[in-house]
């Protein structure tokens, strides 16, 4: 989401209160009647500070896209990282602050020119005071605004076109070594839970087809209404993206979680996600001796595949997997009401 560069209510007044100084001050050198010049330079000031103003907030109205129109993925995304809700109030403040400083405007511009021209001045400060008080009171929206920003500059770039693939699975199972491997993309990989911070994304082609590799976080195996924000954003991930889930086992619990715990959670993945394919991916089996005890996690052997994603076995049983998936037609506005297990 591309929200621009939020000013402080100190910089937009000053702005705008500059801005309707040298406008003002082009009119002092100007031949106009003496009983209406300072009339029309304190009009002058007022109306071109409210106008730079009015700009500003509109330039940030303009550029936030609207939330409702954005794929079901982006709304959800949104909402997990920084709230819709809250993003909504917030760009409601600064369009209440829009129409009270047109009103301003016309208000004060109609007073000074009905009073008499010694006034005009005590008018204008009068509209001055009124215009920051307005800029002020939206301070909370433009610091949610900001804090937005920042936290909304990495959401990912997504191919609602591209047949695409996420893997799930816990943490330190090898999701983004798989993602490396099939894609050649290159996600920060380090030996610690929750090291993927935020979805990876890889790209390849597969017989004149666009496949799209999600690595979401790891997911830990729990209800989905006790996930952090991170497992939210993979849940995120499946939900509106997936064509096929890839679930990695780490078949040699190396990860420092029991198979019996991993299957747990591909079970509830499952369950939430009954529409979607699932493939089971038993990774590390170079550091597995005996297989027999993988037999009671393996549901389908047509759909399990045993790799090594460090050392690049497997892959290629992989690829014949992907290039199989048909991509699923979802209807985006009945996704948008699918939210039941929020």
Not at 18 to 43: F, N, T, V
Not at 181 to 203: C, R, S
Not at 253 to 270: A, D, P, V
């Amino acid at each position: 989401m591309m929200i621009p560069t939020i000013p402080t209510p100190d910089e937009i007044l000053d702005k705008g209160f500059s801005r309707g100084k040298k406008q003002a001050d082009l009119l002092r050198s100007q031949k106009i009647p003496k009983h209406l010049k300072g009339k029309r330079i304190e009009e002058r000031r007022v109306v071109t500070s409210c106008q730079v103003i009015k700009d500003k907030l509109k330039s940030i109205l303009d550029a936030v896209p609207e939330i409702e129109s954005m794929h079901p993925f982006y709304q959800d995304y949104i909402d997990i990282t920084v709230g819709v809700d809250d993003m909504k109030q917030a760009l409601g403040g600064l369009n209440w602050a829009y129409g009270i400083i047109t009103q301003l405007e016309k208000e004060y511009g109609a007073k000074i020119r009905k009073n008499p021209s010694e006034k005009a001045t005590a008018i204008q400060k009068q509209a001055y005071g009124r215009i920051a008080s307005v800029v002020n009171k939206i301070k909370p929206n433009l610091d949610f605004l900001d804090f937005a920003k920042q936290n909304l500059r990495n959401m990912p770039t997504i191919d609602f076109d591209a047949t695409t693939i996420v893997i799930a699975g816990f943490p330190n199972v090898g999701k983004s070594t798989l993602l490396r491997q099939i894609t050649g993309a290159d996600p920060q990989v380090a030996n610690y839970p929750f090291t993927t911070k935020g979805i990876q994304i890889g790209h390849t082609e597969m017989h004149w087809r666009s496949i799209q590799i999600i690595d979401t976080p790891g997911l830990l195996d729990r209800p989905v209404l006790e996930m952090n924000d991170i497992e939210m954003n993979a849940i995120v991930a499946l939900e509106h993206l997936a064509d096929a889930i890839l679930f990695i086992f780490d078949a040699s619990e190396t990860c420092g979680f029991h198979l019996e715990n991993q299957y747990n959670l591909l079970k509830q993945i499952e369950k939430i996600f009954s529409e979607i394919p699932v493939y089971y991916l038993f990774n590390k089996m170079d550091l597995v001796e005996d297989r027999e005890y993988l037999n009671e996690y393996i549901d389908d052997e047509e759909n399990s595949v045993f790799i090594s994603a460090i050392e690049g076995e497997g892959i290629d049983e992989i690829n014949k997997i992907i290039r199989r998936i048909k991509k699923i037609e979802r209807n985006v506005e009945e996704e948008d009401n699918d939210d039941d297990y929020y």
